[in-house]
């Protein structure tokens, strides 16, 4: 699901809405896995170092998305 808004948005320049109750969770492990490799690649976390944070079961990573704008709502978008 998170692939073709992402696939629509680069299309279109808009993200669809998402269902209620959509699962963010794997948003998390994106861009905890993003992070980690970015920070390896400019030497900042050696590889050992990644992987050993990758294994840890509750990782501190984590996408809130309490919060929402419903589409055409821009002043949704602002951060409050």
Do not use: I
């Amino acid at each position: 699901m998170l692939t073709r808004c992402a696939l629509r948005a680069s299309w279109t320049g808009k993200f669809p809405a998402l269902p209620v109750g959509f699962d963010w969770s794997p948003l998390g492990e994106l861009f905890r896995h993003a992070v980690l490799a970015m920070l390896v690649e400019r030497e900042r976390l050696t590889e050992a170092t990644r992987e050993m944070l990758l294994d840890w079961r509750h990782s501190g990573f984590s996408a809130n998305a309490s919060t929402g704008a419903a589409p055409g709502d821009r002043a949704g978008l602002e951060l409050r």
